[in-house]
């Protein structure tokens, strides 16, 4: 059975801490790794990884999938109040987006 | 562009009811998929559909159908409402079908079973 596991589910930290996300998974015919952040409504699109060892960046935050060891990491560096939201990652395979509980992160002033 | 579109936002049926969910994609996307969230078990994935077939269903019980329509949009329709279904539906376009292609959700329908 498909399985995406996200650590950890909750996360607390103060304005300016970097933070890491993590994200495994048992795919048959893995194709990429999507990473969305959900605020209250629609998760809105971060980072889609096919590479292993290829870091992907926006602003703040960054990416990276091991394809080998079957993880994926997100990490936000100098976290603010804006980034307080769940972040999903989802495996593809041919069949579906395999979405993982989320990690929910709560950024405090 | 505008976005996905969902309608309603908020429903709230009873047990044994059935609902209809609707789905507008980003113009030019044929590709809609549906997922279920609750809190419990995530984002679940129902369906998804590409030039008016069903390309992939996940696992979830007959009640649960769609459909999309020559535009593109879609319809969701859940028969016999359990108090199970409670969730939040969340429908997602893309440009094409296939596992390269990232989805660009909607909002949402938060619907409720009594």
């Known amino acids: 059975e498909d399985k995406v596991v996200q650590s950890p589910l909750s996360l607390v930290v103060h304005e300016g801490d970097t933070v890491t996300l993590n994200c495994s998974y048992e795919v048959t015919n893995f194709r990429s790794l999507l990473w969305y952040k959900q605020e209250k409504k629609a998760p809105t699109f971060l980072f889609m990884l096919?590479?292993?060892?290829i870091e992907k960046k926006s602003g703040r935050l960054s990416s990276i999938l091991d394809k080998k060891e079957l993880f994926s990491i997100l990490n936000i560096t100098a976290t603010q109040t804006g980034d307080s939201a769940i972040y999903l990652c989802?495996?593809?395979?041919?069949?579906?987006?395999?979405f993982g509980k989320g990690t929910s992160l709560l950024v405090t002033p | 562009k505008a976005g996905v579109t969902q309608t309603p936002r908020y429903l709230i049926k009873t047990r044994g009811q059935q609902v209809t969910l609707s789905c507008s994609p980003i113009s030019g996307h044929r590709s809609v998929s549906w997922y279920q969230q609750t809190p419990g078990q995530g984002l679940q994935f129902l369906f998804e559909y590409f030039s008016e077939t069903q390309r992939n269903k996940g696992n979830f019980p007959g009640r649960f159908s769609g459909r999309q329509f020559s535009n593109s949009r879609s319809e969701m329709n859940v028969s016999t409402l359990e108090l199970g279904d409670s969730a939040l539906y969340l429908c997602a376009s893309s440009p094409q079908t296939g596992e390269l292609s990232p989805l660009h959700f909607g909002n949402g329908t938060r619907l409720t079973v009594t």
């Open positions: 989802a495996a593809v395979n041919p069949h579906a987006l395999n």
């Open positions: 096919t590479s292993s060892g």
